[in-house]
């Protein structure tokens, strides 16, 4: 079996070691920027022997570099949302199918079989730009659900508020994906009691609202659709994979997937469990661009395996690890 295979077979800590560090020297001497950096840093490939040894590329990289493996070229690019000038990062998927396979395992792991659900969602600011990662992955489901009442609803909160009516008059098992304001547009206007309703919030006020913490938005949202818990995606355009929580803020990923705590002063140090630092993903999907990215979120990893988000930290607060950004 390839390697890209074994990826979606991983059961066990073991298993899951042995793939990354296969993957980190694949990277380490396929992927041009990567190899620079871990040069840089005098990494010595050979003696890497864990997952928490291996550098993480700093995520900023994905603004000014193509991080791709080299003789590669990209099935597909996503790019993240930002405002007019802004530089956007560019994440360049050399194997589409990857992607398709990462979120179709990991939806069904979380929620269970597309088929016997319907998708609907209330994404405006995703849906009026081009190369939104998670349109892609929405899209799909939208079309595997195979449901009718499965679609997308711009600003159309009357639609949307008639079609949640009829899937709960039907029992239909429903997950609701939303922009964090467009779902705040909607309580404040509708209000549907629809206990059984998968509220998934994919984050991100878009600068349309002021920034709310999260128990207070979630306790909005609650009461607008009466459920009993806000469920969340964690992911992002750099990754082909997502984390998820059913609620409280804890985010659980799949098991080609980790999260690791890193020191804000110290980027190539780890912190152990329940201590606050910068979050590092380790994802498998990105086998051909890098599966190794220390984020710009802040966050909190539990015993338990799940871990919460607390924030983000803009470029200034980033010691260090900026050896190839500009």
Not at 118 to 129: F, G, H
Request: hydrophobic share 35%.
């Amino acid at each position: 079996m390839e390697l890209q295979q074994k990826i979606f077979n991983i059961k066990t800590e073991t298993e899951f070691n042995e793939i990354a560090i296969d993957i980190f020297r694949y990277q380490a001497t396929n992927n041009p920027v990567y190899k620079q950096y871990i040069d840089i840093l005098k990494v010595d490939q050979s003696q890497i022997k864990s997952y928490r040894e291996i550098p993480f590329l700093p995520i900023q990289f994905f603004k000014s570099q193509d991080i791709i493996t080299d003789g590669k070229s990209p099935d597909i690019t996503f790019s993240s949302s930002g405002t007019t000038g802004m530089i956007t990062s560019q994440h360049h998927v050399a194997d589409v199918n990857l992607y398709i396979e990462s979120f179709r395992k990991a939806f069904e792991l979380f929620y269970g079989n597309v088929e016997d659900m319907a998708i609907v969602a209330l994404l405006p600011s995703y849906l009026e730009r081009s190369g939104s990662s998670l349109i892609y992955m929405v899209d799909d489901l939208i079309k595997r659900s195979n449901n009718s009442e499965s679609g997308y609803f711009l600003y159309n909160h009357q639609d949307l508020f008639n079609t949640l009516s009829t899937l709960r008059d039907k029992g239909k098992k429903t997950v609701l994906f939303g922009v964090t304001y467009a779902l705040l547009d909607f309580v404040e206007n509708f209000n549907i009691d629809f206990p059984e309703l998968i509220v998934m919030e994919t984050g991100g006020m878009k600068g349309k609202r002021k920034e709310m913490i999260r128990e207070e938005l979630h306790k909005i949202l609650c009461a607008g659709f009466h459920v009993e818990s806000i469920h969340s995606e964690y992911g992002m355009t750099e990754l082909l994979s997502q984390g998820y929580s059913k609620g409280n803020g804890l985010f659980h990923t799949p098991p080609w997937m980790k999260i690791l705590i890193r020191d804000t002063n110290d980027p190539l140090s780890l912190l152990d469990n329940k201590k606050t630092g910068a979050i590092n993903v380790i994802d498998l999907a990105n086998y051909y661009s890098c599966s190794f990215i220390a984020t710009q979120d802040l966050g909190k990893f539990h015993q338990d395996g799940s871990f919460e988000i607390l924030g983000r930290f803009d470029n200034s607060d980033i010691r260090g690890c900026n050896l190839l950004v500009q």
